[in-house]
């Protein structure tokens, strides 16, 4: 099994600051990687995927990088609503797994 | 609209059994790849099981030989029966669809199931 690890577990920013999470694995998954957004109550919404691409509706502030084993959420100019818990999931290996999740909460 | 809805939720006792539907207006269940994930209290998320379009299955560890999922096509549902529940089964269950690139695009709102004496 595919082990994810999320750093930092929290991260507090102010609104318009820079965002910065990272997903690592603990084998190579090329760019098979997901990012989630799940705030409190609600379903996950998908982010990102293949490491890269944006789900449709996504705005361009959040973006994703990276290959193999480090991979990187970045949101460019936190808005009010995006603070909340973000997963990383991959799709190379069975069983699906995910991260254990970074919480970007208001400084 | 495109929606999952999840029901069958709620407190089991351990040993029980339940069974968790995920009805889905505007989509067809049989043409995606359905799954299961749950989320323990405060927790993070964990695949538990998924549906292929050809109908094969598959399974997290932790379930397998507890958990069946299935489909109703003509009820275009799809269900997750639980038998030998534990403790550790506490958790919101969700619904969600998948493409070929096994990405959850969709998800249901989620139903709790706790499992306590």
């Known amino acids: 099994e595919i082990v994810l690890t999320q750093s930092p577990a929290t991260l507090s920013l102010s609104p318009g600051e820079r965002a910065t999470l990272s997903c690592r694995a603990s084998q190579s998954i090329s760019i098979y990687l997901a990012w989630y957004q799940q705030k409190p109550g609600q379903a996950p919404r998908l982010l990102i995927y293949d490491a890269s691409y944006r789900a449709t509706g996504i705005p361009a502030r959040f973006s994703g990088s990276g290959s193999g084993t480090d991979f990187t959420l970045t949101i460019s100019s936190l808005e009010p609503e995006d603070f909340a818990v973000y997963y990383c999931?991959?799709?190379?290996?069975?069983?699906?797994?995910f991260g254990p999740g970074t919480k970007v909460d208001i400084k | 609209e495109v929606q999952l809805v999840e029901s069958g939720g709620g407190l089991i006792q351990p040993g029980g059994s339940l069974r968790l539907s995920c009805a889905a207006p505007?989509?067809?269940?049989?043409?995606?790849?359905m799954s299961w994930v749950r989320q323990a209290p405060g927790k993070g998320l964990e695949w538990v099981s998924v549906?292929?379009?050809?109908?094969?299955?598959n399974y997290a560890d932790s379930v397998k030989g507890r958990f069946t999922i299935s489909r109703d096509n003509s009820k275009n549902t799809l269900y997750l029966q639980m038998n030998s529940l534990r403790a550790d089964d506490t958790a919101v269950y969700y619904c969600?669809?998948?493409?070929?690139?096994?990405?959850?695009?969709?998800w249901g709102r989620g139903t709790l199931v706790t499992v306590s004496s």
């Open positions: 505007g989509f067809i269940v049989s043409s995606n790849y």
């Open positions: 999931q991959q799709r190379s290996n069975w069983p699906l797994t």
């Open positions: 969600a669809r998948s493409g070929d690139e096994w990405y959850f695009d969709l």
């Open positions: 549906i292929y379009r050809d109908g094969r299955i």
